[in-house]
């Protein structure tokens, strides 16, 4: 089992940065690649962003393509999501989420391994 919590969710005015952690603990966690998804009110899960077990590939949607940024942290499993330039489309609830891969794309909800609980974000127009 893995077990992700995010944090750093909140309430932002457009145009604005924030930038999201995801804490892993459990299995190790450079076995993993990771992602962020996010599921706006009344839509359904994207994904927004994913990264190869190093860090050195990454996938971003076109939506956040110039404005996100994945990294990781192998160190201190952790995985981050900086967040810049953000818009009300933005606003969502962003999950962490693990895939136990050796390459990196922008899955599907049906790929993912683990989830975490997600945190809120809001943009303000």
């Known amino acids: 089992q893995v077990q992700l919590v995010e944090s750093g969710g909140g309430l932002v005015q457009a145009g604005g940065s924030l930038r999201l952690s995801c804490a892993a603990s459990?299995?190790?966690?450079?076995?993993?690649?990771m992602g962020w998804f996010r599921q706006a009110p009344g839509k359904g899960r994207e994904s927004v962003a994913a990264?190869?077990?190093?860090?050195?590939?990454?996938k971003y949607a076109d939506s956040v393509k110039g404005r996100f940024t994945i990294s990781r942290d192998n160190a201190k499993n952790t995985v981050y999501l900086q967040m810049n330039i953000l818009k009300p489309e933005d606003t969502a609830v962003y999950y962490c989420?693990?895939?136990?891969?050796?390459?990196?794309?922008?899955?599907?909800?049906?790929?993912?391994?683990?989830w975490g609980q997600g945190t809120q974000v809001i943009v303000s127009s």
């Open positions: 459990g299995r190790p966690f450079n076995n993993y690649a």
């Open positions: 989420a693990a895939k136990l891969a050796a390459y990196v794309r922008l899955w599907g909800n049906d790929d993912i391994d683990y």
């Open positions: 990264i190869n077990w190093s860090g050195g590939n990454t």
